[in-house]
């Protein structure tokens, strides 16, 4: 699968919308664009995917530039159990390769 | 409904030791996956199961690691002769039909394996 790139970190005020970057710029075709979550002590939490278009649904927003090398997760107003580590991860959409390739992803702190 | 399950949720051993460390996914998820996560980074892949049938091993580190889904649900990851080295978060997911991708993968809370 392609690489990501991903800022260490990020801190938002609550109620304030919390913009995420995430880079690929090696992307293919049949990549899909996954984000996930890790709260602190948890396993991971699916967020949004996406492959061309922008995506919206009761967690986030996702917005995925024109020439799909880069796209950022939008959460519109960030509370206190937004702050987690956001994965942002390219899926290979063919057969034979299932699994998820994670990277440090970004560590949100979210200031009450 | 419920969610996946891992038990226990915390071992301790001793270095040399034999563990096992079980998988409860969603019913009727037909893939399944263990991953490990040391402190500080991301999830790694260790092996994926399609059904009762270990689809994809290439991530388990050496031998002394092994899974197995003898009836296509639970699943048991064992680990022989335990080195500190191994001590990180297991993980577990289980998705439904692989071949409908794109998929969500499910996460279990995890097993802390820490190794003295």
């Known amino acids: 699968d392609a690489k990501t790139t991903q800022p260490n970190s990020m801190e938002s005020n609550e109620e304030e919308p919390v913009h995420l970057p995430c880079n690929h710029s090696t992307i293919s075709g049949t990549d899909y664009i996954h984000w996930y979550r890790q709260l602190p002590s948890q396993g991971p939490e699916y967020v949004i995917h996406?492959?061309?278009s922008n995506v919206n649904n009761r967690m986030a927003s996702l917005a995925i530039a024109e020439d799909r090398k880069s796209s950022t997760l939008i959460l519109h107003r960030a509370t206190l159990r937004d702050a987690a580590v956001y994965y942002c991860i390219l899926k290979y959409s063919g057969a034979g390769s299932y699994q998820l390739t994670f990277g440090k992803g970004t560590k949100l702190s979210v200031i009450p | 409904g419920a969610g996946v399950s891992q038990t226990p949720s915390n071992k301790v051993t001793e270095k040399g030791k034999y563990v096992e460390l079980r998988c409860d996914p969603i019913s009727g998820h037909t893939a399944l996956y263990w991953y490990r996560q040391s402190l500080g980074q991301g999830p790694e892949f260790l092996i994926y199961f399609q059904g009762t049938g270990a689809a994809d091993d290439s991530g388990l580190p050496n031998d002394r690691f092994f899974a197995v889904r003898p009836e296509g649900s639970v699943s048991t990851l064992k680990i022989q002769r335990t080195e500190r080295g191994d001590s990180a978060v297991y993980l577990c997911a289980s998705s439904p039909d692989v071949s409908r991708a794109p998929y969500e993968q499910y996460f279990g809370p995890g097993t802390r394996l820490t190794v003295t």
């Open positions: 996406g492959l061309t």
